[in-house]
Protein backbone atom coordinates (compact mmCIF):
# COMPACT_ATOMS: atom_id res chain seq x y z
CA UNK A 1 0.00 0.00 0.00
CA UNK A 2 2.97 2.17 1.34
CA UNK A 3 4.59 0.98 -2.00
CA UNK A 4 1.31 1.87 -4.23
CA UNK A 5 1.39 5.49 -2.66
CA UNK A 6 4.92 6.39 -2.86
CA UNK A 7 4.43 5.10 -6.50
CA UNK A 8 1.69 7.04 -6.86
CA UNK A 9 3.28 10.04 -5.63
CA UNK A 10 6.25 9.36 -7.66
CA UNK A 11 4.40 9.37 -10.46
CA UNK A 12 2.69 12.67 -9.82
CA UNK A 13 6.12 14.05 -8.82
CA UNK A 14 7.23 13.45 -12.34
CA UNK A 15 4.42 15.03 -13.89
CA UNK A 16 4.73 17.77 -11.61
CA UNK A 17 8.76 17.76 -12.62
CA UNK A 18 6.96 17.68 -16.61
CA UNK A 19 4.72 20.39 -16.13
CA UNK A 20 7.52 22.29 -14.42
CA UNK A 21 9.54 21.89 -17.04
CA UNK A 22 7.72 22.44 -19.82
CA UNK A 23 6.56 25.79 -18.17
CA UNK A 24 10.25 26.69 -17.92
CA UNK A 25 10.14 25.75 -21.22
CA UNK A 26 7.65 27.62 -22.45
CA UNK A 27 8.46 30.80 -20.49
CA UNK A 28 12.30 30.48 -21.71
CA UNK A 29 10.83 30.57 -25.23
CA UNK A 30 8.30 33.06 -24.41
CA UNK A 31 11.32 35.32 -22.91
CA UNK A 32 13.23 35.16 -26.03
CA UNK A 33 10.90 36.92 -28.22
CA UNK A 34 9.99 39.43 -25.53
CA UNK A 35 13.96 40.17 -25.15
CA UNK A 36 14.21 40.93 -29.44
CA UNK A 37 11.14 43.33 -28.88
CA UNK A 38 13.16 44.41 -25.97
CA UNK A 39 16.00 45.42 -28.25
CA UNK A 40 14.23 45.65 -31.14
CA UNK A 41 12.73 48.70 -29.20
CA UNK A 42 16.10 49.65 -27.40
CA UNK A 43 17.41 49.92 -31.36
CA UNK A 44 14.61 52.29 -32.77
CA UNK A 45 14.77 54.28 -29.75
CA UNK A 46 18.53 54.63 -30.44
CA UNK A 47 17.74 55.69 -34.30
CA UNK A 48 15.30 58.34 -33.22
CA UNK A 49 17.77 60.08 -30.27
CA UNK A 50 20.38 59.80 -32.56
CA UNK A 51 18.77 61.02 -35.36
CA UNK A 52 17.72 64.14 -33.18
CA UNK A 53 21.30 64.46 -32.13
CA UNK A 54 22.71 65.32 -35.08
CA UNK A 55 19.74 67.44 -35.96
CA UNK A 56 19.58 69.21 -33.21
CA UNK A 57 23.75 69.75 -33.29
CA UNK A 58 23.51 70.54 -37.24
CA UNK A 59 20.75 73.38 -36.60
CA UNK A 60 22.83 74.76 -34.00
CA UNK A 61 25.40 74.91 -36.20
CA UNK A 62 23.30 76.58 -38.77
CA UNK A 63 22.02 78.85 -36.48
CA UNK A 64 25.37 79.91 -34.89
CA UNK A 65 26.56 80.66 -39.02
CA UNK A 66 23.68 82.47 -39.77
CA UNK A 67 24.87 85.36 -37.26
CA UNK A 68 27.61 85.79 -39.04
CA UNK A 69 26.61 84.80 -42.69
CA UNK A 70 23.45 87.16 -42.82
CA UNK A 71 23.30 89.10 -46.09
CA UNK A 72 22.58 92.28 -44.93
CA UNK A 73 21.82 94.77 -47.82
CA UNK A 74 23.88 97.33 -48.04
CA UNK A 75 24.20 100.04 -51.27
CA UNK A 76 27.23 99.05 -53.46
CA UNK A 77 28.24 100.44 -56.83
CA UNK A 78 26.35 98.34 -59.10
CA UNK A 79 22.97 98.81 -57.73
CA UNK A 80 23.50 102.30 -57.17
CA UNK A 81 23.97 102.57 -60.80
CA UNK A 82 21.00 100.95 -61.53
CA UNK A 83 18.95 103.32 -59.63
CA UNK A 84 21.10 105.93 -61.29
CA UNK A 85 19.30 104.81 -64.67
CA UNK A 86 16.01 103.99 -63.21
CA UNK A 87 15.17 107.04 -60.72
CA UNK A 88 18.36 109.52 -62.68
CA UNK A 89 20.13 111.32 -60.29
CA UNK A 90 21.40 114.15 -63.04
CA UNK A 91 24.88 112.98 -62.33
CA UNK A 92 27.07 110.33 -62.98
CA UNK A 93 27.27 106.66 -61.72
CA UNK A 94 30.67 107.32 -59.38
CA UNK A 95 29.50 110.63 -58.34
CA UNK A 96 25.99 109.34 -57.31
CA UNK A 97 27.48 107.04 -55.44
CA UNK A 98 30.20 108.86 -53.74
CA UNK A 99 28.26 112.04 -53.25
CA UNK A 100 25.67 109.90 -51.62
CA UNK A 101 22.60 111.38 -54.12
CA UNK A 102 21.26 107.70 -53.41
CA UNK A 103 20.95 106.02 -50.13
CA UNK A 104 19.62 103.03 -48.63
CA UNK A 105 16.88 103.74 -45.67
CA UNK A 106 17.07 103.26 -42.60
CA UNK A 107 13.64 102.15 -41.96
CA UNK A 108 14.19 101.99 -37.75
CA UNK A 109 14.92 105.89 -38.07
CA UNK A 110 11.10 106.56 -38.96
CA UNK A 111 10.08 109.28 -41.53
CA UNK A 112 8.05 106.00 -43.48
CA UNK A 113 5.13 104.48 -41.68
CA UNK A 114 6.91 101.07 -42.25
CA UNK A 115 9.80 100.83 -39.70
CA UNK A 116 10.47 97.40 -39.81
CA UNK A 117 10.76 95.43 -43.23
CA UNK A 118 11.27 91.64 -41.36
CA UNK A 119 7.95 92.64 -39.66
CA UNK A 120 6.47 93.92 -42.87
CA UNK A 121 7.29 90.48 -44.84
CA UNK A 122 6.14 88.32 -42.05
CA UNK A 123 2.49 90.01 -42.42
CA UNK A 124 2.40 91.21 -46.15
CA UNK A 125 4.71 88.90 -47.53
CA UNK A 126 5.16 85.09 -48.58
CA UNK A 127 7.54 82.51 -48.67
CA UNK A 128 8.33 83.72 -52.43
CA UNK A 129 7.92 87.47 -52.42
CA UNK A 130 9.67 89.99 -50.41
CA UNK A 131 10.85 93.62 -50.16
CA UNK A 132 14.35 93.46 -49.48
CA UNK A 133 14.98 97.52 -49.24
CA UNK A 134 14.40 101.26 -50.09
CA UNK A 135 16.33 103.48 -51.31
CA UNK A 136 16.10 107.55 -52.09
CA UNK A 137 17.70 108.80 -55.27
CA UNK A 138 17.72 112.17 -54.80
CA UNK A 139 18.22 114.30 -58.14
CA UNK A 140 21.65 116.78 -58.03
CA UNK A 141 19.63 119.49 -60.02
CA UNK A 142 16.08 119.51 -58.58
CA UNK A 143 16.55 118.37 -55.40
CA UNK A 144 13.53 115.79 -55.92
CA UNK A 145 13.41 112.52 -53.98
CA UNK A 146 12.30 109.61 -55.72
CA UNK A 147 11.64 105.99 -53.66
CA UNK A 148 13.11 102.71 -55.73
CA UNK A 149 12.19 99.38 -53.62
CA UNK A 150 14.09 96.63 -54.11
CA UNK A 151 11.67 93.39 -54.20
CA UNK A 152 11.84 89.93 -54.89
CA UNK A 153 9.42 86.80 -56.69
CA UNK A 154 10.28 83.79 -57.14
CA UNK A 155 10.97 82.72 -61.43
CA UNK A 156 11.80 79.32 -62.36
CA UNK A 157 14.79 78.99 -60.98
CA UNK A 158 15.19 81.19 -57.90
CA UNK A 159 14.63 84.82 -56.70
CA UNK A 160 14.58 87.63 -58.93
CA UNK A 161 15.37 90.52 -57.63
CA UNK A 162 13.82 94.04 -59.00
CA UNK A 163 14.71 97.85 -58.35
CA UNK A 164 11.52 99.87 -58.86
CA UNK A 165 11.14 103.42 -58.88
CA UNK A 166 7.68 105.00 -58.13
CA UNK A 167 6.94 108.72 -58.62
CA UNK A 168 4.06 110.84 -56.17
CA UNK A 169 1.24 108.52 -56.94
CA UNK A 170 2.59 105.91 -56.17
CA UNK A 171 3.19 104.52 -59.83
CA UNK A 172 6.11 102.47 -60.89
CA UNK A 173 8.21 104.96 -62.96
CA UNK A 174 10.79 102.66 -63.87
CA UNK A 175 12.36 98.94 -63.63
CA UNK A 176 15.42 97.07 -63.37
CA UNK A 177 16.73 93.59 -62.59
CA UNK A 178 19.26 93.30 -60.22
CA UNK A 179 19.70 89.69 -60.17
CA UNK A 180 18.10 86.74 -61.40
CA UNK A 181 19.39 83.37 -62.23
CA UNK A 182 17.01 82.27 -64.72
CA UNK A 183 17.43 79.33 -67.71
CA UNK A 184 15.02 80.76 -69.94
CA UNK A 185 16.18 84.53 -69.35
CA UNK A 186 17.35 84.98 -73.28
CA UNK A 187 13.75 85.36 -73.77
CA UNK A 188 13.19 88.07 -72.18
CA UNK A 189 17.12 89.98 -73.13
CA UNK A 190 16.06 93.10 -75.39
CA UNK A 191 12.52 93.22 -74.61
CA UNK A 192 12.29 96.46 -73.59
CA UNK A 193 8.28 96.53 -73.65
CA UNK A 194 8.44 94.14 -70.88
CA UNK A 195 9.88 96.32 -68.95
CA UNK A 196 8.25 99.46 -69.87
CA UNK A 197 4.87 97.57 -69.29
CA UNK A 198 5.69 97.96 -65.68
CA UNK A 199 5.47 102.02 -65.95
CA UNK A 200 2.45 103.21 -64.51
CA UNK A 201 1.18 100.52 -62.34
CA UNK A 202 0.28 100.08 -58.94
CA UNK A 203 -1.52 97.80 -57.14
CA UNK A 204 -1.56 94.11 -57.71
CA UNK A 205 0.53 92.95 -60.70
CA UNK A 206 -0.32 89.85 -62.98
CA UNK A 207 1.93 88.31 -65.37
CA UNK A 208 -0.30 88.97 -68.65
CA UNK A 209 -0.76 92.72 -67.69
CA UNK A 210 3.24 92.64 -68.59
CA UNK A 211 3.42 90.57 -71.65
CA UNK A 212 2.49 87.21 -73.33
CA UNK A 213 3.98 84.57 -75.35
CA UNK A 214 7.64 85.35 -74.53
CA UNK A 215 8.68 81.82 -73.44
CA UNK A 216 9.81 83.15 -70.14
CA UNK A 217 6.32 82.88 -68.15
CA UNK A 218 7.55 81.79 -64.71
CA UNK A 219 10.42 84.75 -64.93
CA UNK A 220 7.30 86.68 -65.88
CA UNK A 221 5.41 85.98 -62.93
CA UNK A 222 8.53 86.02 -60.69
CA UNK A 223 8.72 89.69 -61.94
CA UNK A 224 4.86 90.38 -61.61
CA UNK A 225 4.77 89.09 -57.99
CA UNK A 226 8.17 91.32 -56.90
CA UNK A 227 6.20 94.48 -58.92
CA UNK A 228 2.99 93.57 -56.84
CA UNK A 229 4.56 93.47 -53.05
CA UNK A 230 6.49 96.77 -54.21
CA UNK A 231 3.26 98.31 -55.08
CA UNK A 232 1.95 97.49 -51.83
CA UNK A 233 4.94 98.39 -49.63
CA UNK A 234 5.21 101.65 -51.44
CA UNK A 235 1.74 102.74 -50.78
CA UNK A 236 1.96 101.75 -46.76
CA UNK A 237 5.63 103.15 -46.14
CA UNK A 238 4.24 106.10 -47.27
CA UNK A 239 0.84 105.73 -44.88
CA UNK A 240 -1.42 105.72 -47.58
CA UNK A 241 -2.39 101.99 -48.02
CA UNK A 242 -6.09 101.26 -46.99
CA UNK A 243 -6.74 105.00 -45.45
CA UNK A 244 -6.11 107.15 -48.83
CA UNK A 245 -7.95 106.24 -51.71
CA UNK A 246 -7.38 106.92 -55.16
CA UNK A 247 -9.59 106.86 -57.89
CA UNK A 248 -9.04 104.08 -60.28
CA UNK A 249 -7.13 104.68 -63.71
CA UNK A 250 -5.73 101.69 -64.90
CA UNK A 251 -7.71 100.21 -67.70
CA UNK A 252 -7.35 96.87 -67.23
CA UNK A 253 -8.27 96.83 -63.55
CA UNK A 254 -11.37 98.99 -64.59
CA UNK A 255 -12.57 96.06 -67.40
CA UNK A 256 -12.29 93.82 -64.63
CA UNK A 257 -14.43 95.94 -62.03
CA UNK A 258 -16.68 96.26 -64.41
CA UNK A 259 -17.30 92.81 -64.77
CA UNK A 260 -18.69 92.50 -60.98
CA UNK A 261 -20.10 96.06 -61.02
CA UNK A 262 -22.57 98.41 -62.66
CA UNK A 263 -20.82 101.52 -61.38
CA UNK A 264 -19.03 103.88 -63.49
CA UNK A 265 -15.85 104.85 -61.30
CA UNK A 266 -14.04 102.90 -58.72
CA UNK A 267 -12.38 104.14 -55.94
CA UNK A 268 -9.01 102.21 -54.82
CA UNK A 269 -7.94 101.32 -51.59
CA UNK A 270 -4.07 99.42 -52.02
CA UNK A 271 -3.76 96.54 -49.34
CA UNK A 272 -0.75 95.04 -50.11
CA UNK A 273 -1.42 92.20 -48.44
CA UNK A 274 -0.73 88.39 -50.16
CA UNK A 275 -4.00 87.51 -49.50
CA UNK A 276 -5.54 90.88 -50.53
CA UNK A 277 -4.10 92.97 -53.27
CA UNK A 278 -6.96 95.51 -53.17
CA UNK A 279 -10.72 96.65 -52.15
CA UNK A 280 -12.56 99.20 -54.23
CA UNK A 281 -15.75 100.97 -53.84
CA UNK A 282 -17.69 101.95 -56.56
CA UNK A 283 -19.69 105.44 -56.93
CA UNK A 284 -22.71 102.74 -56.38
CA UNK A 285 -21.75 102.15 -53.06
CA UNK A 286 -20.71 98.34 -54.54
CA UNK A 287 -17.68 96.83 -52.71
CA UNK A 288 -15.38 94.45 -54.72
CA UNK A 289 -12.24 93.07 -53.24
CA UNK A 290 -9.18 91.62 -55.51
CA UNK A 291 -8.40 88.76 -53.25
CA UNK A 292 -5.80 85.90 -54.05
CA UNK A 293 -5.99 82.21 -52.84
CA UNK A 294 -3.19 80.10 -52.59
CA UNK A 295 -3.40 76.24 -54.01
CA UNK A 296 -3.95 77.24 -57.70
CA UNK A 297 -1.63 74.82 -59.52
CA UNK A 298 -0.16 77.56 -61.53
CA UNK A 299 0.81 79.90 -58.72
CA UNK A 300 -2.28 82.19 -56.51
CA UNK A 301 -5.63 82.18 -57.97
CA UNK A 302 -7.29 85.96 -58.04
CA UNK A 303 -10.64 86.58 -58.42
CA UNK A 304 -12.53 89.95 -57.82
CA UNK A 305 -15.03 89.34 -55.54
CA UNK A 306 -18.10 91.80 -55.11
CA UNK A 307 -19.66 91.51 -51.56
CA UNK A 308 -22.74 92.45 -49.45
CA UNK A 309 -23.69 91.75 -46.13
CA UNK A 310 -21.38 88.74 -45.86
CA UNK A 311 -22.07 87.15 -48.82
CA UNK A 312 -20.62 87.11 -52.13
CA UNK A 313 -22.53 88.99 -54.93
CA UNK A 314 -20.62 88.22 -58.04
CA UNK A 315 -17.11 86.72 -58.70
CA UNK A 316 -14.58 87.32 -61.68
CA UNK A 317 -11.45 86.23 -62.61
CA UNK A 318 -8.22 87.87 -63.30
CA UNK A 319 -6.30 86.72 -66.12
CA UNK A 320 -3.53 84.97 -66.16
CA UNK A 321 -3.87 83.41 -62.66
CA UNK A 322 -3.82 79.93 -62.15
CA UNK A 323 -6.44 77.63 -63.59
CA UNK A 324 -7.14 80.26 -66.21
CA UNK A 325 -3.85 79.22 -67.86
CA UNK A 326 -5.34 77.10 -70.92
CA UNK A 327 -2.27 74.94 -70.71
CA UNK A 328 -2.90 71.46 -72.09
CA UNK A 329 -4.37 68.26 -69.73
CA UNK A 330 -4.59 71.09 -67.03
CA UNK A 331 -7.15 72.57 -68.54
CA UNK A 332 -10.23 73.14 -66.30
CA UNK A 333 -11.86 75.56 -68.64
CA UNK A 334 -14.77 75.41 -66.05
CA UNK A 335 -12.89 77.94 -63.86
CA UNK A 336 -12.00 79.90 -66.69
CA UNK A 337 -16.21 80.77 -67.30
CA UNK A 338 -17.15 83.45 -64.77
CA UNK A 339 -20.94 81.93 -65.20
CA UNK A 340 -19.86 78.81 -63.68
CA UNK A 341 -17.72 80.55 -60.72
CA UNK A 342 -20.87 82.51 -59.91
CA UNK A 343 -23.11 79.47 -59.82
CA UNK A 344 -20.56 78.12 -57.59
CA UNK A 345 -19.98 81.30 -55.55
CA UNK A 346 -22.95 83.89 -55.39
CA UNK A 347 -24.86 84.27 -52.41
CA UNK A 348 -22.47 82.00 -50.35
CA UNK A 349 -21.50 83.20 -46.64
CA UNK A 350 -18.05 82.20 -44.96
CA UNK A 351 -19.89 79.20 -43.40
CA UNK A 352 -21.31 78.20 -46.52
CA UNK A 353 -17.64 78.28 -48.60
CA UNK A 354 -16.37 75.80 -45.51
CA UNK A 355 -18.39 73.01 -47.13
CA UNK A 356 -17.48 73.14 -50.74
CA UNK A 357 -15.85 70.41 -52.05
CA UNK A 358 -12.37 71.57 -53.12
CA UNK A 359 -12.04 68.49 -55.73
CA UNK A 360 -15.62 68.98 -57.01
CA UNK A 361 -16.80 72.43 -57.81
CA UNK A 362 -19.26 72.22 -60.51
CA UNK A 363 -18.94 68.46 -60.56
CA UNK A 364 -15.30 68.52 -61.78
CA UNK A 365 -13.01 66.26 -60.57
CA UNK A 366 -8.92 66.58 -60.70
CA UNK A 367 -8.49 70.36 -60.11
CA UNK A 368 -8.35 69.74 -56.44
CA UNK A 369 -5.35 72.76 -56.59
CA UNK A 370 -7.64 75.12 -58.56
CA UNK A 371 -10.47 74.31 -56.34
CA UNK A 372 -8.63 75.26 -53.23
CA UNK A 373 -7.55 78.32 -54.56
CA UNK A 374 -10.42 79.64 -56.14
CA UNK A 375 -11.87 78.65 -51.96
CA UNK A 376 -9.35 80.43 -50.49
CA UNK A 377 -9.60 83.33 -52.61
CA UNK A 378 -13.66 83.78 -51.84
CA UNK A 379 -12.82 83.21 -48.46
CA UNK A 380 -10.06 85.55 -48.10
CA UNK A 381 -12.32 88.15 -49.89
CA UNK A 382 -15.19 87.75 -47.60
CA UNK A 383 -12.99 88.10 -44.27
CA UNK A 384 -11.68 91.19 -45.67
CA UNK A 385 -14.57 93.09 -46.80
CA UNK A 386 -16.26 92.29 -43.58
CA UNK A 387 -13.31 94.60 -41.37
CA UNK A 388 -13.62 96.81 -44.33
CA UNK A 389 -16.99 97.47 -44.44
CA UNK A 390 -17.38 98.00 -40.83
CA UNK A 391 -14.26 100.32 -41.07
CA UNK A 392 -16.00 101.98 -43.86
CA UNK A 393 -19.20 102.82 -41.88
CA UNK A 394 -17.36 103.53 -39.05
CA UNK A 395 -15.76 106.34 -41.05
CA UNK B 1 51.02 55.78 -39.23
CA UNK B 2 50.69 52.83 -42.06
CA UNK B 3 52.69 55.01 -44.35
CA UNK B 4 51.11 52.60 -47.48
CA UNK B 5 47.31 53.48 -46.54
CA UNK B 6 48.63 57.00 -46.34
CA UNK B 7 49.73 57.27 -49.65
CA UNK B 8 46.68 55.71 -50.84
CA UNK B 9 44.60 57.72 -49.63
CA UNK B 10 46.61 60.74 -50.51
CA UNK B 11 46.52 59.81 -54.25
CA UNK B 12 42.71 58.78 -54.03
CA UNK B 13 41.75 61.75 -56.30
CA UNK B 14 43.76 60.96 -58.94
CA UNK B 15 43.91 57.01 -58.94
CA UNK B 16 40.16 57.01 -58.21
CA UNK B 17 39.75 60.38 -59.37
CA UNK B 18 35.77 60.91 -59.39
CA UNK B 19 35.28 62.50 -62.68
CA UNK B 20 37.65 60.54 -64.56
CA UNK B 21 37.96 57.18 -63.13
CA UNK B 22 34.65 56.81 -61.22
CA UNK B 23 32.39 58.71 -63.39
CA UNK B 24 30.56 60.35 -60.36
CA UNK B 25 28.97 63.78 -60.36
CA UNK B 26 28.14 64.19 -63.99
CA UNK B 27 25.53 67.15 -63.55
CA UNK B 28 27.57 69.15 -62.02
CA UNK B 29 30.74 68.52 -63.96
CA UNK B 30 28.94 69.05 -67.32
CA UNK B 31 26.82 71.83 -66.31
CA UNK B 32 29.69 73.99 -64.56
CA UNK B 33 32.45 73.45 -66.99
CA UNK B 34 31.92 76.18 -69.11
CA UNK B 35 34.65 78.12 -67.87
CA UNK B 36 37.36 78.07 -65.43
CA UNK B 37 35.75 80.69 -62.82
CA UNK B 38 32.49 78.47 -62.36
CA UNK B 39 34.31 74.76 -62.36
CA UNK B 40 37.08 76.43 -59.58
CA UNK B 41 34.09 77.51 -57.36
CA UNK B 42 32.05 74.66 -57.44
CA UNK B 43 35.11 72.29 -57.41
CA UNK B 44 36.05 74.07 -54.47
CA UNK B 45 32.55 74.47 -53.02
CA UNK B 46 32.30 70.40 -53.19
CA UNK B 47 35.82 69.72 -51.35
CA UNK B 48 35.00 72.03 -48.37
CA UNK B 49 31.64 69.71 -48.28
CA UNK B 50 33.76 66.74 -48.83
CA UNK B 51 35.93 67.08 -46.37
CA UNK B 52 33.61 68.21 -43.36
CA UNK B 53 31.18 65.82 -43.76
CA UNK B 54 33.69 63.54 -44.04
CA UNK B 55 34.94 64.47 -40.98
CA UNK B 56 31.97 64.14 -39.07
CA UNK B 57 30.77 61.60 -40.16
CA UNK B 58 34.40 59.24 -39.05
CA UNK B 59 33.79 60.75 -35.61
CA UNK B 60 30.49 59.64 -35.63
CA UNK B 61 30.94 56.61 -37.27
CA UNK B 62 30.33 54.09 -33.83
CA UNK B 63 27.70 56.18 -32.80
CA UNK B 64 25.34 56.53 -35.38
CA UNK B 65 22.94 53.25 -36.31
CA UNK B 66 23.46 50.95 -39.42
CA UNK B 67 19.71 51.38 -39.96
CA UNK B 68 19.92 55.12 -40.02
CA UNK B 69 23.05 56.26 -41.34
CA UNK B 70 21.61 56.88 -44.74
CA UNK B 71 19.41 60.29 -43.83
CA UNK B 72 22.33 60.97 -40.79
CA UNK B 73 24.95 61.35 -43.51
CA UNK B 74 22.29 63.27 -45.78
CA UNK B 75 21.45 65.96 -42.78
CA UNK B 76 25.25 65.98 -41.96
CA UNK B 77 26.35 66.99 -45.84
CA UNK B 78 22.93 69.33 -46.23
CA UNK B 79 24.24 71.26 -43.36
CA UNK B 80 27.65 72.00 -44.67
CA UNK B 81 26.44 72.31 -47.97
CA UNK B 82 24.11 75.13 -46.70
CA UNK B 83 27.00 76.98 -45.00
CA UNK B 84 28.40 76.68 -48.08
CA UNK B 85 25.64 78.70 -49.83
CA UNK B 86 24.96 80.92 -47.38
CA UNK B 87 29.11 81.59 -47.83
CA UNK B 88 28.80 82.15 -50.97
CA UNK B 89 25.52 84.76 -50.55
CA UNK B 90 27.62 86.80 -48.16
CA UNK B 91 31.00 87.18 -49.84
CA UNK B 92 30.46 85.82 -53.30
CA UNK B 93 27.27 87.14 -54.53
CA UNK B 94 28.41 87.32 -58.40
CA UNK B 95 29.71 83.38 -58.10
CA UNK B 96 26.62 82.74 -56.14
CA UNK B 97 24.14 84.10 -59.23
CA UNK B 98 27.08 81.63 -61.60
CA UNK B 99 27.03 78.53 -59.65
CA UNK B 100 24.23 79.11 -57.39
CA UNK B 101 21.91 76.48 -58.71
CA UNK B 102 24.11 73.78 -58.30
CA UNK B 103 25.05 74.08 -54.90
CA UNK B 104 21.71 72.84 -53.30
CA UNK B 105 22.98 69.52 -55.73
CA UNK B 106 25.95 69.08 -53.93
CA UNK B 107 23.89 67.23 -51.71
CA UNK B 108 22.67 64.55 -54.09
CA UNK B 109 26.31 64.71 -55.53
CA UNK B 110 27.22 61.06 -55.39
CA UNK B 111 30.58 61.36 -54.84
CA UNK B 112 29.93 62.85 -51.19
CA UNK B 113 27.65 60.06 -50.14
CA UNK B 114 29.66 57.32 -51.72
CA UNK B 115 32.99 58.38 -49.90
CA UNK B 116 30.97 59.24 -46.31
CA UNK B 117 29.74 55.51 -47.02
CA UNK B 118 32.65 53.64 -48.56
CA UNK B 119 35.16 55.35 -46.36
CA UNK B 120 34.75 58.06 -43.79
CA UNK B 121 31.86 55.50 -41.83
CA UNK B 122 34.93 53.12 -41.83
CA UNK B 123 38.25 54.94 -40.95
CA UNK B 124 39.30 57.46 -38.78
CA UNK B 125 39.00 61.27 -38.98
CA UNK B 126 42.58 61.98 -39.77
CA UNK B 127 42.25 59.52 -43.10
CA UNK B 128 38.53 60.64 -43.58
CA UNK B 129 39.67 64.19 -43.47
CA UNK B 130 42.85 63.27 -46.46
CA UNK B 131 40.41 60.93 -48.16
CA UNK B 132 37.61 64.23 -48.34
CA UNK B 133 40.82 66.50 -49.27
CA UNK B 134 42.50 64.41 -51.85
CA UNK B 135 38.98 63.73 -53.87
CA UNK B 136 37.84 67.38 -53.46
CA UNK B 137 41.25 68.51 -54.81
CA UNK B 138 40.61 65.45 -57.32
CA UNK B 139 36.96 66.63 -58.37
CA UNK B 140 38.29 70.69 -58.46
CA UNK B 141 41.62 69.77 -60.96
CA UNK B 142 39.14 67.49 -63.26
CA UNK B 143 36.31 70.69 -63.43
CA UNK B 144 38.97 73.31 -63.96
CA UNK B 145 40.77 70.95 -66.60
CA UNK B 146 37.26 70.16 -68.10
CA UNK B 147 36.36 74.20 -67.94
CA UNK B 148 39.55 75.19 -69.54
CA UNK B 149 39.34 73.29 -72.16
CA UNK B 150 36.08 73.37 -72.98
CA UNK B 151 36.42 77.24 -72.80
CA UNK B 152 39.47 77.23 -75.22
CA UNK B 153 37.43 75.93 -77.37
CA UNK B 154 34.45 77.98 -77.11
CA UNK B 155 36.61 81.10 -77.70
CA UNK B 156 38.18 79.23 -80.44
CA UNK B 157 34.60 79.12 -82.19
CA UNK B 158 33.70 76.13 -81.56
CA UNK B 159 29.88 76.97 -79.82
CA UNK B 160 29.03 73.59 -79.87
CA UNK B 161 30.86 73.23 -76.30
CA UNK B 162 29.12 75.42 -75.03
CA UNK B 163 26.25 73.02 -74.72
CA UNK B 164 26.04 69.54 -72.66
CA UNK B 165 26.72 67.53 -75.87
CA UNK B 166 30.12 69.42 -76.33
CA UNK B 167 30.78 68.45 -72.66
CA UNK B 168 30.27 65.45 -73.12
CA UNK B 169 32.40 64.70 -75.51
CA UNK B 170 35.24 66.93 -74.21
CA UNK B 171 34.79 64.71 -71.12
CA UNK B 172 34.83 61.45 -72.96
CA UNK B 173 38.21 62.34 -74.15
CA UNK B 174 40.13 64.05 -71.36
CA UNK B 175 38.68 60.51 -70.05
CA UNK B 176 40.54 58.20 -72.50
CA UNK B 177 43.35 60.67 -72.32
CA UNK B 178 43.46 60.49 -68.26
CA UNK B 179 42.88 56.43 -68.31
CA UNK B 180 45.75 56.29 -70.84
CA UNK B 181 48.03 58.00 -69.07
CA UNK B 182 47.02 55.88 -65.54
CA UNK B 183 47.64 53.07 -67.41
CA UNK B 184 51.08 53.97 -68.40
CA UNK B 185 51.76 54.80 -64.73
CA UNK B 186 50.12 51.54 -63.17
CA UNK B 187 52.18 49.41 -65.35
CA UNK B 188 55.46 51.21 -64.93
CA UNK B 189 54.14 50.45 -61.34
CA UNK B 190 53.61 46.94 -61.72
CA UNK B 191 57.13 46.98 -63.74
CA UNK B 192 59.37 48.52 -60.80
CA UNK B 193 57.40 46.06 -58.49
CA UNK B 194 58.24 42.80 -60.36
CA UNK B 195 61.91 44.11 -60.59
CA UNK B 196 62.11 44.59 -56.98
CA UNK B 197 60.56 41.13 -56.71
CA UNK B 198 63.31 39.36 -59.23
CA UNK B 199 65.94 41.24 -56.87
CA UNK B 200 64.80 40.21 -54.03
CA UNK B 201 64.97 36.12 -55.68
Given amino acids: MTDSVSHKST ?50 LLAVANKFLKVEITLDKATSALIN ?7 DDDTAFNNKYIEIVDLSKGGYAVTDLDAYNKTYGTSTQKVRALYTSKNANTGKVTLVVEAEGKGHVDAIVLLIAYDEENKISGVAVKSQSESYWDKLEGRQDVFDAFIGMSGNV ?7 STGATNSLRGMADAASIANGFIARARGEAANKPVEETD ?12 ANKFTRYT ?12 DNGDVIVEARGDGGSYGKVTLMVRTESGKVVKVARVPGTDSFEPIGSHDSSVF ?8 IFAGKTLQELAGLPANGLAGTTGVTESGSGLIAAVKNALEYAASFEAETKGE | MDMKKFKETALGGVLNNPVFVLVLGMCPTIGMSTNVTNALGLGLATAFVLVFSNVFISLLRRVIP ?26 LPSLNVAIGRFIP ?49 IMAGFEVFKTAAGGFITLGLLMALFNYLLGIYRNSRKAKLLLNGGDAL
Fill in chain 1, 11 to 60: ESELEARKIMRDTVKELRNSEKPLSGKKSTMNNTLKCVLVLALIAIVCVS
Fill in chain 2, 105 to 153: LIVVNCIILGRAEAFASKNSVGYAALDGLSMGLGFTCSLVILGGVRMLL
Fill in chain 1, 271 to 282: VGAAAVANAFVG
Fill in chain 1, 251 to 262: EAKLSQLRKVSD
Fill in chain 1, 85 to 91: KIAPTGA
Fill in chain 1, 206 to 212: THLQIAT
Fill in chain 1, 336 to 343: RNDDTLNE
Fill in chain 2, 66 to 91: DKVRLPSYIIIIATFVTLVKMFLEKF
